[in-house]
């Protein structure tokens, strides 16, 4: 566990912003940043080539014009892609994110940063030394940033390579063994969905002194009684929504 606090803020732009702008593009990562959000949370994805791509899905066909597994797909290919058009007419051309691209738009518009890595096999040594590389080489303010992923494992290498990150555990429901995952990465906090959190687990991370993040929260009726429950943060498409809570 973590002693400083580093999240500065209640409200994160969940893939930029996903409902202002194309997710993941440097477009929603700009208008999370004009909707007030302060910490935009995005994806890196491993692709051919050792690449490293702002992207969530396995397949590049739901929010871009190519097609095919994401996985496979080499960066002078990617970097010809549209990921934008999909969304709509105003974004044609914008282009999928390297993370160097994101990393580089996020510190300029004075933005914390959540990178979830986006990777659910077990190979993650192939990913997690160049997301932390990258990071070392390009990325200022620790204190700035936080190292999200479902897969343990990562988490683990994370720690592992690098003990001063602040890592989260992300969770669609958490489960019995969290405080022992949690554990074993020094954890700063837990992020889970909010549909799936009960008022019992949200007291019981709080209790044992991590933050608590839960996504994807687009109403902010439906997560009124986590706030009470101890939630630190939403991950939100739309910041817009929240704006009230914003300092």
């Known amino acids: 566990m973590k002693d400083n606090d580093i999240l500065k803020t209640k409200v994160m732009g969940h893939r930029g912003a996903a409902l202002l702008a194309p997710e993941n593009t440097l477009a929603s990562i700009r208008a999370a940043a004009n909707a007030g959000a302060t910490w935009v949370e995005v994806d ?3 692709i051919a080539e050792g690449g490293l791509i702002i992207f969530h899905d396995d397949t590049l066909d739901r929010c871009t014009t190519g097609t095919g597994v994401t996985r496979d797909a080499h960066p002078v290919s990617v970097a010809e892609l549209d990921a934008g058009s999909w969304f709509s007419a105003e974004f044609v051309g914008e282009n999928v ?6 990393l580089e738009c996020i510190q300029s518009l004075g933005l914390g940063l959540n990178l979830e890595i986006k990777h659910d ?3 993650v040594e192939n990913i997690v030394p160049a997301v932390l590389t990258v990071l070392r080489d390009h990325w200022q303010d620790n ?8 897969n343990h494992a990562a988490l683990r290498m994370c720690y592992d390579m690098d003990a001063d990150r602040h890592l989260a555990q992300l969770y669609e429901e958490i489960p019995e063994n969290w405080q022992a995952e949690m554990e074993a990465i020094k954890g ?10 009960t008022k019992a687990q949200a ?17 902010p009726q439906k997560v009124e009684t986590h706030w009470a429950w ?17 300092a």
């Not at 700063?188 to 959190?197: A, E, F, M």
Request: hydrophobic share 40%.
């Open 44 to 46: 890196v994805y491993l």
């Open 97 to 102: 994110p390297t993370l160097l691209d994101a």
């Open 121 to 123: 096999g077990a190979d």
């Open 143 to 150: 204190d700035n940033l936080m190292i999200s992923s479902f």
């Open 188 to 197: 700063y906090s837990v992020n889970c969905d909010y549909s799936r959190l």
């Open 203 to 219: 007291q019981a991370v709080k209790a044992a002194g991590y933050k608590l993040l839960c996504y994807t929260a687009n109403d």
């Open 230 to 246: 101890g939630m630190d943060a939403v991950i939100t498409d739309d910041p817009t929504k929240f704006a009230f809570l914003s």
